[in-house]
C-alpha cells in the first residue's frame, strides 16, 4: 500500500544501549547515545539477569526512562531491552460497524457504561438465586410496599435507628420479662425526673411530701466549759456548741434541736440564746423572747437563788427550734449557742461544786440540726 509522507515502520527492532545496574529502580533509556522513547512498556522485551521481565508488572516505561518495580543493586545485569517497531494505529471505526460478536466475552465493564443508565424501555430478567442482590440499595431505591410475607426471620439488630409511631394497642402481651435495658426517665412520665422526686400513679414526677428528713448533723459536747459573766450585757459563744449544715433541697426548713447541762454560782442569772449564720454572712439572734424594757432576750433562763450559798445540782433544758432560712443550695448555716448573766460565773456539763466525787458526775450537751423538706 502506498503512504503520502514517510511510510511507518513496522517490525523496528532496536536493541537499546547497554545499561550498567546500580542501587535504583529508574534507568535512561538510550538509542545510540540519544534519548529514545519507546512507544509503551509492552512494546519492550527486557532481559535482567537472564530472565525476560513481565512488563507493566516488573516494569514500565515513562517517556525515556524505565522504571522497575524493585530497586536493583550493582550485583544486577540488565542483559538487552529490545523495543519493537510502532504499530499501526487502526484509525476511527466507523459507525454501526462492530456487531456484538466483534465484542469478547465478560469484556464490558462498568466504567465503559454512563453513569446513569435508563432501562425503563427494557426488561431485565434476573435469575431465580442472585448472590448479593439488594447490596448498596438505597430506601429511595425501594418504592412501593414489602408484603409482610416477604419479611422472615427480622433480628433485632435490623431494628435500628427511630421507629415509627405505634399505638400502645398493638403492644398486647408484652410481659416485663420482654423489657430489657433501662426505660428513661422522660418516657416514663411527665416533669423532672431526680433523686429528690417520685412518680406518681398520674404518671408525674413531684417532690416527697413535706416532713420529709433529709440528713440530720448533729455535735456533741462531752468536756466542760465555763464562763464569768458581769452586768447582763453581754454574750459568749459557748465553746463547741455550734453545728454546720448545708441544704440539699430548696426551700427545706432546719430543725435545731437543743440540750444543755449547766449551772451557776448562788445569786446567779443565766441566759442562753440561739444565733444563725448564713454563709459566712454574720450572726443572727433567732429564737428569742420578745423584746420587753431592759430585759435579756433568750432561749433559757437560769437563776439560783439559794441565800448565797452555792447550788450543786446541773439543771437540764432542752428546746427546739424549727428554722426557715432564706438560703441557696451551696450555703452553709451555722447555728451556735451564747450564754450572758448577772455577776458571777456559769458553767457546762458540770455542778458548780466540782469535787471529784460520784455525787457530781459529767454529762454532756448537744446541739442537732435536721433538714426537713419542705
Do not use: H
Request: hydrophobic share 40%; with cysteine.
Amino acid at each position: 500500500m502506498a503512504y503520502i509522507g514517510k511510510q511507518p515502520l513496522v517490525g523496528n527492532f532496536i536493541k537499546l544501549d547497554a545499561i550498567t545496574a546500580s542501587a535504583t529502580d529508574t534507568y535512561n533509556l538510550l538509542n545510540d547515545s540519544v534519548a529514545y522513547t519507546p512507544q509503551s512498556a509492552m512494546n519492550c522485551i527486557v532481559s535482567l539477569n537472564g530472565v525476560i521481565q513481565a512488563p507493566i508488572t516488573a516494569y514500565t516505561i515513562s517517556g525515556s526512562t524505565i522504571v522497575f518495580s524493585e530497586t536493583l543493586s550493582a550485583s544486577d545485569t540488565i542483559d538487552f531491552i529490545i523495543v519493537l517497531g510502532d504499530v499501526l494505529d487502526v484509525g476511527t471505526v466507523s459507525d454501526d460497524t462492530i456487531s456484538t460478536a466483534k465484542i469478547k466475552d465478560l469484556n464490558v465493564t462498568a466504567g465503559k457504561l454512563a453513569a446513569t443508565q435508563d432501562l425503563s424501555t427494557k426488561t431485565i430478567t434476573l435469575p431465580a438465586s442472585v448472590s448479593g442482590l439488594g447490596t448498596g440499595i438505597t430506601n429511595a431505591q425501594l418504592a412501593g410496599s414489602i408484603a409482610d410475607a416477604k419479611i422472615t426471620g427480622l433480628s433485632s439488630s435490623k431494628l435500628s435507628g427511630a421507629l415509627p409511631a405505634i399505638s400502645g394497642a398493638s403492644l398486647t402481651g408484652l410481659t416485663a420479662g420482654n423489657i430489657t435495658g433501662t426505660i428513661p426517665t422522660a418516657n416514663l412520665g411527665s416533669g423532672t425526673a431526680s433523686s429528690s422526686t417520685f412518680l406518681r400513679g398520674d404518671q408525674t414526677y413531684a417532690e416527697a411530701g413535706g416532713g420529709k428528713v433529709l440528713q440530720i448533723v448533729q455535735t456533741v459536747k462531752t468536756d466542760t466549759t465555763s464562763q464569768a459573766v458581769s452586768g447582763g450585757a453581754s454574750w459568749y459563744d459557748i465553746t463547741g456548741m455550734s453545728v454546720a449544715i448545708t441544704p440539699t433541697a430548696a426551700s427545706s426548713k432546719i430543725l435545731v434541736m437543743i440540750a444543755v447541762q449547766y449551772s451557776g454560782q448562788a445569786q446567779e442569772g443565766g441566759t442562753i440564746q440561739l444565733q444563725r449564720d448564713i454563709e459566712s454572712a454574720g450572726y443572727t439572734d433567732i429564737f428569742r423572747g420578745d423584746a420587753s424594757g431592759s430585759r435579756q432576750r433568750g432561749m433559757f433562763n437560769l437563776f439560783i437563788d439559794n441565800d448565797g450559798t452555792s447550788v450543786e445540782t446541773q439543771i437540764n433544758l432542752a428546746q427546739q427550734c424549727l428554722d426557715s432560712p432564706s438560703y441557696t443550695l451551696t450555703d452553709v448555716l451555722t447555728y451556735k449557742l451564747q450564754w450572758g448573766g448577772q455577776d458571777g460565773t456559769l458553767y457546762l456539763n458540770r455542778d458548780n461544786n466540782y469535787t471529784n466525787s460520784a455525787n457530781f458526775p459529767m454529762t454532756i450537751s448537744t446541739i442537732t440540726a435536721i433538714e426537713i423538706g419542705a
